[in-house]
T-cell receptor, first 113, second 117 residues
């Protein structure tokens, strides 16, 4: 079963606008990560936020984590056409040596030039 | 370029057949993960190996098996293929496992697209 559930499933915005994507999860986590996937390509890691962190920035990306609500959001500021891709949140429950990432179904972001 | 190499990139085969997908992790990475991505199921974790040993198992069918070799490359074997096995199969690697993972991120290959006819 999927641990992370992204919302919305699809998002279409104009270049220059901000894009906000949300992720909710069900059980406690060690960390939450966001990945990007261009059509038919491999996933690329964007940012990781640990369970004891509330906000993190990387370039035009801002991630927040609310463990009390079991949710995270990814904000992409000043979007560009090149940001068009699918975005996945992934959670790590950290079960010691068996730690593994569980991915949501993804959000399709379209940035119109 | 993530440094993870997967072959073949595309594979077309018939139902009932067997295929082997190969993955070379990033230099120095000890952990290898296999994921299956399909439109209806999304990205499903199949199995993880660390330094040659199986470490975690996900939604991997009994018809599927994997191994990691001493040189750390990994192979995913899919047998008695069914139409529903058509998917993108990704390999990912990371430096360690569990608490040993330095950053927690996975590095993905470009995937092997399997089409079963």
């Amino acid at each position: 079963s999927q641990q992370g559930e992204e919302d919305p499933q699809a998002l279409s915005i104009q270049e220059g606008e901000n894009a906000t994507m949300n992720c909710s999860y069900k059980t406690s986590i060690n960390n939450l990560q966001w990945y990007r996937q261009n059509s038919g390509r491999g996933l690329v890691h964007l940012i990781l936020i640990r369970s004891n962190e509330r906000e993190k920035h990387s370039g035009r990306l801002r991630v927040t984590l609310d463990t009390s609500k079991k949710s995270s959001s990814l904000l992409i500021t000043a979007s560009r056409a090149a940001d068009t891709a699918s975005y996945f949140c992934a959670t790590d429950k950290y079960t010691g040596a068996n730690s593994k990432l569980t991915f949501g179904k993804g959000i399709t972001l379209s940035v119109r030039p | 370029d993530s440094g993870v190499t997967q072959t073949p990139k595309h594979l077309i085969t018939a139902t009932g057949q067997r295929v082997t997908l190969r993955c070379s992790p990033r230099s120095g990475d000890l952990s290898v993960y296999w994921y299956q991505q399909s439109l209806d199921q999304g990205l499903q974790f199949l199995i993880q190996y660390y330094n040659g040993e199986e470490r975690a198992k996900g939604n991997i069918l009994e018809r599927f098996s994997a191994q990691q070799f001493p040189d750390l490359h990994s192979e995913l074997n899919l047998s008695s293929l069914e139409l529903g096995d058509s998917a993108l199969y990704f390999c990912a690697s990371s430096p360690g496992t569990g608490w040993m993972v330095s950053t927690g991120e996975l590095f993905f290959g470009e995937g092997s697209r399997l089409t079963v006819l």
